[in-house]
């Protein structure tokens, strides 16, 4: 099914929030998703994956340790989304040209999108490789280089982010992205825990038909 990013991204912040994401970082998640899917990448697949993988699982035990030196988590390996963001925070390392270095990182292709901003603010183009998969984006487009293998690998031993990063090519993104049905069930499971059971009370405020049918 050929869907809107902005249905895109709405569909995947809520599915976010139900896996018990923050706010801030369900937009995050959501804004990332979107940005792949422009790109012809499967974000809402790998978005679905990982929230199945990390349901109601403590965010600190996914997040870096320290930002300094290199990356880890207590659980023994990071959230793309909660490492990503942390990166494109911390842009300005990259800048006076530090490598940012993360370890055992879920769906690393979720952490691109946030190279995307962090692109952005620094002015210039960033990198993020990952077993021979070199991905680098201006913010706005992408470029793809080495193994093309491994961009949907479920786990990488080893993230990298640099800049300055040279783009051999550009990709320009799309308005319209297919995402398959069962993946949309699946982002869709977690979205309904958002909604609110209905109760008598909500009923007696407007909420269906109330205590009388009217049909």
């Known amino acids: 099914m050929s869907y809107s990013l902005n249905e895109i991204e709405a569909m995947c ?23 792949l899917a422009s790109f012809g990448f499967p974000g809402p697949d790998l978005l679905a994956s990982l929230l199945e993988l990390n349901d109601r699982l403590p965010a600190v035990d996914l997040s870096p340790v320290a930002l300094q030196g290199i990356w880890r988590a207590p659980a023994g390996r990071l959230s793309p989304l909660i490492a990503g963001a942390a990166m ?10 530090n490598i940012i270095t993360m370890l055992e990182v879920d769906y690393p292709l979720l952490v691109v999108p ?5 692109a952005l603010r620094l002015g210039q183009p960033v990198a993020v490789e990952w ?33 300055p ?8 993104p799309i308005h319209r992205a297919v995402v398959g049905d069962a993946c949309w069930m699946r982002l869709g499971a977690f979205a309904q825990r958002t909604f609110a059971p209905a109760t008598e009370t909500s009923r007696l405020r407007g909420a269906g038909a ?3 049918d009217n049909d």
């Open 165 to 172: 990063a040279q783009m051999l090519s550009q990709s320009k």
């Open 114 to 118: 946030f190279a995307s901003g962090a």
């Open 13 to 35: 912040k809520r599915a976010s929030r139900g896996a018990g994401l923050p706010w801030g970082l369900c937009e995050e998640a959501a804004k990332g998703t979107r940005w």
């Open 131 to 163: 077993e021979g998969t070199r991905m680098v984006t201006n913010g706005k487009e992408l470029c793809v280089q080495g193994n093309s293998e491994a961009i949907l690998s479920s786990h990488a031993k080893r993230v990298e982010c640099s800049a």
């Open 88 to 97: 494109s925070d911390c842009a300005i390392k990259m800048e006076l040209g």
């Open 210 to 212: 109330g205590l009388t």
